[in-house]
């Protein structure tokens, strides 16, 4: 079975901080992903990449950054932390980009004060 | 605006009733895709639907594609408290790879 771990699953942060949240993925998949989740909106695509070293913007990249170092390791950092980024935060990966189906962490529930 | 409608948002049933939940658009997606989330867990895929008017069953789930490729549903058939959860439709657009969700649709299942 595909295994996508993300590092934690609650965190508090204070407003302003730097913040670091960490996704990884077993199965050697091309595509990562992270979403931002919030009770009426669904899942927002923040940032994702296709590959080693490469990015794209989502639907809401403000405020956001990512790093992929390495393939299996997709890192979502949140440069200077508000409490309007408090939100269930997703991980996910797929296999190519002709195989979109997603296998999803457990998710990191962010609260910023 | 969302891509992709999900109505209703909110379901309350009894156990052994039936329900639908739909996933509506205005455009055409390649394939689209069904997962359901449990508190505090990522979403789970349930399943992909990529032909129009394809029909698949899982159990006593069954999921249609529409004929257009522009909506889905998701009907399930004696519902148990099992089957309580967040559903979500996603889609990928066409030359595409990357899943557009809908709000999702929260069922709850009373024993």
């Known amino acids: 079975d595909v295994k996508v771990t993300q590092s934690s699953r609650y965190l508090v942060k204070r407003t302003g901080e730097k913040v670091f949240l960490e996704c990884v993925q077993d199965m050697d998949h091309e595509n990562m992903f992270w979403y931002r989740q919030d009770p009426g909106l669904g899942l927002r695509l923040i940032y994702f990449s296709y590959d080693v070293k490469m990015k794209e913007k989502g639907d809401i990249p403000e405020g956001y950054s990512v790093s992929r170092e390495k393939k299996e390791r997709f890192s979502l950092i949140l440069e200077s932390a508000s409490t309007n980024q408090t939100s269930m935060y997703l991980c996910a990966s797929s296999l190519t980009r002709g195989r979109t189906e997603a296998f999803f962490g457990q998710g990191t529930r962010l609260t910023v004060v | 605006t969302q891509l992709l409608e999900q109505s209703p948002q909110f379901l309350s049933i009894q156990e052994g009733e039936n329900l639908t939940v739909y996933c509506n658009s205005s455009?055409?997606?390649?394939?689209l895709q069904w997962y359901r989330q449990e508190p505090g867990e990522g979403p789970v895929l349930l399943v992909t639907v990529v032909t129009g008017g394809e029909v698949k069953k899982l159990k006593r789930l069954t999921f249609q594609f529409g004929d257009a490729r522009k909506d889905s549903s998701l009907h399930i058939t004696a519902a148990q408290p099992g089957d309580t959860g967040l559903y979500l439709c996603a889609g990928t657009l066409p030359n595409d790879y990357k899943l557009s969700f809908g709000a999702g649709t929260t069922v709850t299942v009373r024993a």
């Open positions: 455009s055409v997606f390649s394939s």
